[in-house]
């Protein structure tokens, strides 16, 4: 529960300060492909919600991490069972506790997902921000995750 409150402030923090879309995907969603690099392993994925519903997920975080050079990567990508064609797609991550945002997609007009991002985490946890735009006028998902897949 505390993590979801959180990660409800963060989103806000975050895209108050002008962040815009982020996306991910599921069953029919954008396949997750590693972007990061062959050195980059799949920890996990984080769904990103429709913003006013809370229930439908329009997209997914992907986090993978080097643990050669204790960096961590980030990417957003739509799920295309909810929303199709082009799309503000944004992605940000940082290391928890950092006041420093490594962003891709702000203003962007993303078919299919955002980033890559890096940053260096060994040995602590990562904040990851989300948020897909895929309506002109109402249709939004976002997401916010604090101290999360700790390396």
């Known amino acids: 529960m505390i993590k979801k409150h959180l990660a409800t402030a963060?989103?806000?923090t975050v895209?108050?300060?002008g962040f815009v879309g982020l996306s991910a995907g599921a069953a029919h969603a954008y396949p997750r492909v590693n972007k990061c690099g062959s050195a980059y392993t799949f920890k996990q994925s984080w769904e990103i919600t429709d913003s006013r519903t809370l229930s439908a997920v329009v997209g997914f975080i992907d986090i993978y991490?080097?643990?050669?050079n204790g960096y961590n990567c980030a990417i957003a990508r739509?799920?295309?069972?909810?929303?199709?064609?082009?799309?503000e797609i944004t992605v940000a991550l940082r290391r928890s506790g950092g006041s420093?945002?490594?962003q891709?997609?702000?203003g962007s007009n993303y078919t299919s997902y955002a980033g890559p991002v890096y940053t260096y985490a060994k040995g602590a946890c990562?904040?990851?921000?989300g948020r897909l735009?895929?309506?002109e006028f109402s249709g939004q998902g976002d997401a916010g995750y604090s101290y999360e897949h700790c390396g």
């Open 10 to 12: 963060l989103a806000a």
């Open 104 to 106: 891709d997609g702000a």
């Open 15 to 17: 895209l108050a300060g």
């Open 133 to 135: 735009a895929y309506n």
């Open 100 to 102: 420093t945002w490594v």
């Open 78 to 87: 739509g799920n295309d069972a909810v929303v199709t064609g082009q799309h």
């Open 65 to 68: 991490y080097n643990s050669g």
């Open 126 to 129: 990562v904040d990851f921000v």
